[in-house]
């Protein structure tokens, strides 16, 4: 399995601040105008350009709130946001943006390819660009075998993979994912998860809203926790996920003479008998992509999503070799033809033996078939032989 990039060595292509948040609060009135709910109360936070953000909170903390404020859906009632430099309700700052909402709200008789190709057109995209973004996005979901069935029709995991699409059709600077991987099967999770790694790596801003905590651990440089529309801590995923009051030792495996050396000796240097010793294990999800991948030989088409498919080319941009070029490799079925994708070289057909060939036929053929047929021939050769002797006048 392909290991995924370390923080490190994920690097950001600019220090570039594309969103600045200052003391934003948003407080919800009734018909009265009297204060109902106070959804956000006076958060701070930047986010950088190539930098993967976390939005992380339990349900009412205040997610969903921030988020449309960023997209200048709503208005904040106090506070100041500024994205790429402006404010989130300039024009052309939207068209930078790229948002996949929590519910996909879609035109239910349009099919895959009339879906990408309308929110294209709202872009002032070029037709035969949008028709070439279309084909790419729709075969980088994976729903290139139902790009003619209606969207009405597909399940929810489907239509988060067009709502994706459609997300990313303008080729944004910056994306807002509200649970992305909402009803996805896991391997549509780790590859949206690589997807995200890859526009990172190009430079690309993304703000991750999701209750699927590992989907967070696995992509994002920093995260955000609220609560009660307060921001309850924030830093990168070292910073809130180490514990400082414990060590872990990573080692070969050890013969029970050296682990009691090792255990007595961290025991007297500790002064502690809490002292645990377990062996590594892989997570559910790699051992569920690991099987995948070895019945993947057996697999066979579908009319509905399927893995495994090389992020679009236009999203790739002129990243080189990188993470882009790697994406998937686990999945992915290689850009060199298989051993079942080329084809032999045609030899020369030799001379045909009628009669060896007559010979195979009938070994072939199943026994009671041979009976059958050989009196029907032997009868048809002997009125083609009276036929010719009647020509020939004997």
């Given at each position: 399995?392909?290991?995924?990039?370390s923080e490190e060595s994920r690097k950001m292509s600019s220090t570039e601040t594309v969103i600045s948040v200052q003391a934003l609060s948003?407080?919800?009135?009734?018909?009265?105008?009297?204060?109902?709910?106070?959804?956000?109360?006076?958060?701070?936070?930047?986010?950088?350009?190539?930098?993967?953000?976390?939005?992380?909170?339990?349900?009412?903390?205040?997610?969903?709130?921030?988020?449309?404020?960023?997209?200048?859906?709503?208005?904040?009632?106090?506070?100041?946001?500024?994205?790429?430099?402006?404010?989130?309700?300039?024009?052309?700052?939207?068209?930078?943006?790229?948002?996949?909402?929590?519910?996909?709200?879609?035109?239910?008789?349009?099919?895959?390819?009339?879906?990408?190709?309308?929110?294209?057109?709202?872009?002032?995209?070029?037709?035969?660009?949008?028709?070439?973004?279309?084909?790419?996005?729709?075969?980088?979901?994976?729903?290139?075998?139902?790009?003619?069935?209606?969207?009405?029709?597909?399940?929810?995991?489907?239509?988060?993979?067009?709502?994706?699409?459609?997300?990313?059709?303008?080729?944004?600077?910056?994306?807002?994912?509200?649970?992305?991987?909402?009803?996805?099967?896991?391997i549509g999770c780790r590859e949206i998860k690589d997807l995200i790694l890859t526009l990172a790596e190009r430079g690309k801003t993304v703000?991750?809203?999701?209750?699927?905590?590992?989907?967070?651990?696995?992509?994002?440089?920093?995260?955000?926790?609220?609560?009660?529309?307060?921001?309850?801590?924030?830093?990168?995923?070292?910073?809130?996920?180490?514990?400082?009051?414990?060590?872990?030792?990573?080692?070969?495996?050890?013969?029970?003479?050296?682990?009691?050396?090792?255990?007595?000796?961290?025991?007297?240097?500790?002064?502690?008998?809490?002292?645990?010793?377990?062996?590594?294990?892989?997570?559910?999800?790699?051992?569920?992509?690991?099987?995948?991948?070895?019945?993947?030989?057996?697999?066979?088409?579908?009319?509905?999503?399927?893995?495994?498919?090389?992020?679009?080319?236009?999203?790739?941009?002129?990243?080189?070799?990188?993470?882009?070029?790697?994406?998937?490799?686990?999945?992915?079925?290689?850009?060199?033809?298989?051993?079942?994708?080329?084809?032999?070289?045609?030899?020369?057909?030799?001379?045909?033996?009628?009669?060896?060939?007559?010979?195979?036929?009938?070994?072939?053929?199943?026994?009671?078939?041979?009976?059958?047929?050989?009196?029907?021939?032997?009868?048809?050769?002997?009125?083609?032989?009276d036929k010719l002797s009647g020509l020939l006048g004997d």
């Amino acid at each position: 399995m392909a290991a995924w990039p370390s923080e490190e060595s994920r690097k950001m292509s600019s220090t570039e601040t594309v969103i600045s948040v200052q003391a934003l609060s948003k407080v919800f009135k009734d018909f009265w105008g009297r204060p109902k709910a106070r959804a956000v109360d006076g958060i701070d936070f930047d986010v950088k350009q190539g930098e993967v953000f976390g939005l992380l909170g339990p349900n009412g903390s205040g997610k969903s709130t921030t988020v449309k404020m960023l997209l200048g859906l709503l208005y904040p009632s106090s506070g100041r946001i500024s994205v790429f430099g402006h404010s989130p309700r300039h024009v052309q700052t939207k068209s930078r943006i790229g948002y996949l909402p929590e519910e996909s709200y879609l035109y239910r008789y349009l099919n895959s390819e009339e879906t990408v190709d309308f929110f294209g057109s709202l872009f002032h995209i070029d037709s035969k660009e949008r028709r070439d973004r279309a084909d790419q996005l729709i075969e980088m979901v994976g729903l290139e075998n139902a790009r003619r069935r209606h969207v009405g029709e597909f399940s929810k995991g489907m239509q988060r993979r067009i709502g994706l699409a459609q997300a990313l059709i303008n080729d944004p600077d910056l994306i807002i994912l509200d649970e992305p991987t909402s009803g996805l099967d896991p391997i549509g999770c780790r590859e949206i998860k690589d997807l995200i790694l890859t526009l990172a790596e190009r430079g690309k801003t993304v703000i991750l809203s999701s209750h699927l905590l590992a989907d967070v651990e696995d992509v994002c440089d920093r995260a955000m926790i609220l609560y009660g529309g307060k921001v309850q801590a924030m830093g990168t995923m070292s910073e809130l996920l180490s514990d400082r009051d414990a060590t872990r030792i990573t080692s070969p495996s050890l013969s029970r003479e050296t682990m009691d050396k090792v255990l007595n000796l961290i025991r007297e240097d500790t002064q502690s008998q809490e002292v645990r010793v377990d062996n590594p294990t892989q997570n559910l999800e790699s051992l569920f992509l690991s099987i995948v991948e070895q019945a993947r030989k057996k697999e066979s088409e579908t009319s509905g999503a399927t893995s495994g498919h090389r992020v679009a080319e236009y999203l790739r941009g002129n990243a080189g070799e990188n993470h882009a070029d790697r994406l998937l490799d686990h999945l992915t079925r290689s850009a060199e033809p298989t051993h079942s994708q080329v084809k032999a070289p045609t030899p020369t057909a030799p001379a045909i033996d009628e009669d060896k060939l007559a010979n195979l036929a009938k070994q072939d053929e199943p026994e009671a078939l041979t009976k059958t047929s050989t009196p029907k021939k032997e009868e048809n050769v002997d009125k083609a032989n009276d036929k010719l002797s009647g020509l020939l006048g004997d």
